[in-house]
């Protein structure tokens, strides 16, 4: 699975953020709190549909706001997928997929595969095992979503 554009529109620090990428590699560098990691975390909400930094959705909405939309384009196993996510705190997101709107926002689980490892996952290797048996069953989820639990 390959990104291949990202749109953010008041998601986070971003009022618009509109990014091509091209296939093998992004490096992202910029000075501390430029939004490197928000661009990450807006990837990360759209396989996951929940944030690695925060429990709560109102922080992904840019400060005065009612709405982040995260628009993504993939290239999966030679086909276009085109992912469109509404955050909208205290009511129920919603979700296109191929511009489809998706009727239960947890069918869009497994359509977009992503692996993050952030700093605070240095624990998989120094803490106890419990947080090692979590990061596996996510991984697990992200490489076979319909298996069952």
């Given at each position: 699975m390959q990104l291949t554009a990202l749109d953010l529109?008041?998601?986070?620090?971003?009022?618009?953020?509109t990014l091509p990428f091209q296939p093998g590699i992004t490096v992202m560098v910029g000075k501390n709190g430029q939004?490197?990691?928000n661009v990450?975390?807006?990837?990360?909400?759209?396989?996951?549909?929940?944030?690695?930094?925060v429990p709560h959705d109102a922080a992904l909405v840019h400060?005065?706001?009612s709405t982040a939309i995260v628009r993504a384009s993939f290239v999966r196993a030679g086909r276009a997928l085109q992912v469109d996510l509404e955050i909208t705190p205290g009511k129920s997101?919603?979700?296109?997929?191929q511009g489809q709107n998706v009727s239960r926002l947890r069918d869009?689980?497994?359509?977009?595969?992503?692996v993050l490892f952030a700093?605070?996952?240095?624990?998989?290797?120094?803490?106890?095992?419990?947080?090692?048996?979590?990061?596996l069953d996510e991984l697990l989820f992200v490489i076979a979503p319909a298996m069952p639990r």
């Open positions: 529109t008041d998601f986070r620090s971003y009022r618009r953020l939004g490197k990691t990450v975390e807006a990837v990360w909400y759209l396989a996951t549909l929940s944030s690695h930094r400060r005065g706001e997101n919603r979700a296109r997929l869009l689980l497994g359509e977009v595969r992503a700093p605070e996952d240095l624990g998989l290797i120094k803490a106890d095992p419990d947080g090692r048996r979590r990061f």
